[in-house]
């Protein structure tokens, strides 16, 4: 690879600033205690602490997956910190917020304030584990929708809550799943009663600022019938050198003809150039067409994290449901990815689209997995998949694991894949035309994400193209 | 056309070039004017395409000795994007396909780069368009051509004119065509070589690369070299293409040897 492409793919980080502000910090370490100790600092029902303590049992007996394409040292979960709130925390407008905090969003670029009505955004922003502020309650609630932090619903639409929290990923769902449905601390909550569309697009902030601190946010997404909503999520976290766990959970609701689309810009940490420190990624997101005709579509732009282990999933259960999956996933230095979707079809003329796009540059491995099932009920049941890998260098690998299974024979799976090479041959080309190496992989990059940028909302289409090059440009000389 | 007193535009003195170790280049002079137009032939392998790669600059290619001069000043110090934007242009013997990259953006970008470099205005993409499908016109080619990604799925014969195409956008003062003839039917050679007839001006010049007679018939040389093993062993008027022609290139050998061996 020429050195010119090395400055290119070898972007320095910009999040990794920590926000010195005093923190709410339970001491480290997992057991009844910690649970029986956060259930009781958000005083929540008797019903969630159960849920927990059922959620944690069931943990114990479960073993770390394996199975991903992906290599870490062993994590000690004693050795992390489950409860991490910024004081004060007792906010009733903006104003209240520590400066502080407010000068990190400023940095972050996050839109609130003036800029959130601006830019026609809502935010809920979850700072380490506690939602610290939402905008635009109000206005949401004059159309009778409920956004506010998790907690807080817990606290003030404990039904609801109660009516859908781990239906969609039942509490033992996996080994992660699991792991943050004991010990979740904060987190959106999102209710789009019958008829409505929300007419704004939502949007969370996350980020991790304490050092050793897991973040276990849980997000709960419900669409009545006719109801529409789009969700924004981005990510970001400091630089430190030890690995930190980001073990979330979001679980989507959508009734008859509901319409939930969830897009996100991840851009953890992910450890420096030799693979030191970095966000551990590992994401149960998981969608439910309850309903008929209802619609499903998870966008992602995923570029930070050490470690990915994320798989956006859509349950098609009511006929003629749709699911989507449109994915962007770049690893560079030694960042890992295993990413991918499960579209199970379980009612009839029920369809799904995949669009998976892995860039790998540096030393990095980006592996695409994905489950198309199509269950015995399914008639007329159909999926599209396409999955591109993108090389740029030579030492990088990408890896595409598609399972595929069939159970009704009137269903139809389509599956292309495609791997191709950014090469000096190309690079030159652009060169020979008076085009700079810098433009010309953004160029190249663009192109090949296109289908992907463009079911993202405007302003985070931009941010993400930015982002994808401010990963791999810059310094060139 | 060869004048008295042109200026010379591309000097090379006994370039040496390497690729991965192997010496592939072993001295070559060549000098083009102003004005003029050249033919370069020879033998498979003998350095033609590796000769046009290293004067536009690719990255695979290490300049071990000699020098070359554009325009008086040297042109291997700078890098490929700078050579491009000072005219000097390179139509690719196989022209990469780069999926996902609209031709038409990609030739407004290339267009724009070089007009900057000029001091001229750059066009937006409605002003772009209009001037792009004028220029396609007289290449004969399909419209369609500027929604496509750029050569992808293009046939051999499509390539070769987005080449041209191209050429006839940057205007370039110093044009190497690497085998620009081959893979193209009769018509299209003659659409080809007539739309570089029509670019080749006193106030460039022109360099064609080619394996065979018939693209000499449209587009007529004012120098014939004759590339062996790295060098230039023989130069000549339009005639010599023609010998070529008819008798291959051992006499040229034989008749080295005999100079030689006297």
């Given amino acids: ?477 | 056309m060869i004048r008295d007193g042109a200026k010379p535009l591309l000097e090379v003195r006994n370039l040496r070039a390497t690729v991965n170790g192997v010496e592939i280049l072993k001295g070559i002079d060549f000098t083009a004017r102003l004005g003029e137009v050249h033919a370069i032939m020879g033998p498979n392998g003998s350095g033609k395409s590796t000769f046009a790669k290293v004067l536009a600059g690719h990255p695979a290619y290490t300049v071990t000795a000699g020098e070359v001069l554009y325009d008086g000043a040297n042109l291997l110090a700078l890098p490929p994007e700078e050579r491009a934007r000072a005219g000097v242009f390179l139509a690719f013997q196989y022209p990469v396909e780069i999926p996902g990259v609209g031709n038409s953006q990609f030739l407004r970008l290339a267009y724009n780069s070089v007009q900057a470099q000029r001091g001229k205005d750059e066009l937006d993409p409605l002003e772009f368009d209009d001037f792009v499908r004028e220029k396609m016109k007289l290449l004969e080619m399909n419209p369609e051509f500027l929604d496509r990604s750029v050569n992808e799925g293009f046939s051999g014969g499509e390539k070769k004119r987005n080449e041209v195409l191209q050429m006839a956008l940057l205007e370039p003062k110093l044009a190497f065509l690497d085998e620009t003839d081959s893979g193209l039917d009769i018509d299209a050679l003659r659409v080809v070589a007539e739309g570089i007839n029509r670019l080749s001006s006193p106030d460039n010049a022109t360099v064609v690369v080619t394996h065979y007679q018939r693209l000499l018939n449209y587009i007529v040389p004012d120098y014939v070299h004759v590339m062996d093993a790295g060098r230039i062993v023989k130069t000549g008027g339009k005639d010599l293409a023609l010998m070529l022609e008819t008798r291959g290139y051992d006499w040229i050998d034989e008749e080295a040897r005999a100079a030689a061996s006297a």
């Fill in chain 1, 1 to 477: 690879m020429s050195s010119t492409l090395q400055n290119l793919v070898n972007q320095p980080y910009r999040h990794g600033f920590v926000t010195d502000i005093e923190s709410d910090v339970a001491p480290k370490g997992l057991g009844e205690e910690t649970i029986r100790m956060i259930s009781a600092k958000k005083n929540e029902p008797q019903w969630l602490l159960d849920f927990r303590l059922e959620a944690y049992r069931h943990w114990l007996s479960m073993d770390e997956p394996r199975w991903p394409n992906v290599k870490y040292p062993k994590i000690d979960f004693q050795a992390i910190t489950y409860y991490s709130a910024p004081k004060p925390k007792k906010l009733d407008s903006i104003d209240q917020v520590d400066p502080e905090l407010l000068r990190t969003f400023e940095k972050l670029g996050v839109p609130m304030n003036e800029r959130a009505a601006l830019a026609g955004v809502a935010v809920d922003v979850v700072f380490d584990s506690v939602s610290v502020a939402t905008t635009y309650k109000e206005k949401l609630a004059e159309v009778g929708i409920l956004f506010c932090s998790i907690s807080e619903a817990v606290q003030k639409y404990p039904e609801l809550v109660r009516k859908y929290l781990g239906t969609v990923v039942p509490s033992g769902d996996n080994y992660y799943a699991a792991l943050n449905s004991a010990v979740f601390t904060d987190g959106s909550f999102c209710f789009i009663p019958k008829g409505v569309k929300c007419p704004m697009d939502l949007s969370t902030y996350f980020r991790i600022n304490t050092q050793d601190s897991g973040q276990f946010e849980r997000t709960l997404i419900v669409a009545e019938e006719g109801a529409s909503v789009s969700y924004l999520e981005g990510c970001t976290a400091p630089k430190f050198d030890t690995n930190q766990l980001h073990a979330a959970v979001v679980e989507l609701v959508a009734l008859e003809r509901a319409d939930i689309k969830y897009s996100t810009v991840q851009n953890w940490y992910a450890g420096d150039e030799n693979g030191v420190g970095g966000i551990y990624n590992f994401v149960t997101k998981r969608g439910l067409c309850k309903g008929a005709d209802s619609r499903i579509s998870w966008t992602q732009v995923e570029t930070g994290s050490a470690i990915t282990w994320k798989y956006p999933s859509c349950v098609l259960l009511g006929d003629n449901s749709v699911g989507e999956f449109y994915s962007v996933a770049l690893t560079n230095h030694h960042q890992q990815a295993d990413t991918g979707t499960k579209m199970v079809h379980i009612g009839r003329n029920t369809r799904s689209t995949i669009v998976s796009k892995g860039i790998s540059a540096g030393r990095s491995n980006n592996s695409y997995r994905g489950l198309v099932k199509i269950g015995p009920k399914a008639e007329g049941a159909r999926n599209y998949s396409q999955c591109d890998s993108m090389l740029i260098g030579e030492r990088c690998g990408a890896n595409t694991f598609p399972y595929i299974e069939v159970r009704n024979p009137t269903a139809t799976v389509e599956h292309e894949a495609s791997t191709s090479k950014i090469g000096e041959d190309q690079l030159f080309y652009f060169a020979q035309r008076g085009i700079g190496t810098e433009e010309a992989v953004s160029m190249i990059i663009n192109g090949f994400c296109k289908t992907v940028f463009q079911q993202l909302p405007m302003e985070f289409a931009v941010e993400a193209t930015k982002l994808l090059g401010l990963k791999l440009e810059g310094s060139v000389g």
